[in-house]
Each structure stands twice: as C-alpha cells, then as structure tokens.
C-alpha cells in the first residue's frame, strides 16, 4: 500500500536524549511529512536554531518561551505555531512539558 508504517504503536519507537533537558520520539514519518514528541523538564532548552524544513508544532502541555524570527511569546497547552523554513527559532520550558512537532519533508537527521 505504501512504504513507510500507517499505523505506529507507542512502544514502536524510543525516546531519545536531545540534550540541554529534552527528549524526542518520532511518533510517524513518510518521506513528506514527520511527527515527532518532544518532553522538556522544567527549564529544558530547544537552542537556537534553524533547518530547511517547514515545522508546526502543538503545546501539549506546559508552558513555554518560544522565539522565532525574533519575536518571542509564551505558549501554554491547545497553543500552536509554525516556523517557516530557514527560520532561527529557540524553546524554553517554564514548566515540564510536551510539544508535539510536524516536520515537511521528514528529519531525516532524526531517523
């Protein structure tokens, strides 16, 4: 039907260290499209950074300190926000928490 999984369980695939208080997991990927789960311990740091894929990401929960492009705003839980491609974008965790990410095309640097 396809090459990549349709349906992938939680224990499919393994959280990894991140480093700076984060860990990752890849919940599903194609070649177009990556969703990827990210926990942060309170104060957890996403550094500054940018990749030319296009991201979208929800905030699960906690609450967090988002800068992209320069602008900065704090997100809670049911917040979103998108980072184009080529954007400088950083996270803060205020509180423990979980974002959950779409990447396109896929991190293959994740895999």
Do not use: C
Not at 3 to 9: I, P, S
Not at 33 to 51: K, N, Y
Not at 86 to 98: D, F, K
């Amino acid at each position: 039907m396809t090459d990549f999984n349709v349906f992938t369980a939680d224990d499919d695939t393994k959280w990894t260290h991140a480093g700076h208080g984060v860990s990752r997991k890849i919940v599903a990927h194609s070649p177009e499209l990556m969703m990827v789960r990210f926990r942060f311990e309170a104060g957890g740091l996403g550094m500054p950074h940018s990749h030319p894929h296009v991201q979208t990401s929800l905030v699960m929960s906690g609450r967090f300190v988002l800068t992209i492009g320069g602008e900065t705003r704090e997100l809670g839980p049911g917040d979103s926000y998108m980072v184009p491609s080529g954007v400088v974008h950083s996270a803060r965790a205020l509180e423990a928490g979980e974002l959950v990410d779409a990447f396109s095309p896929m991190r293959s640097d994740f895999l």
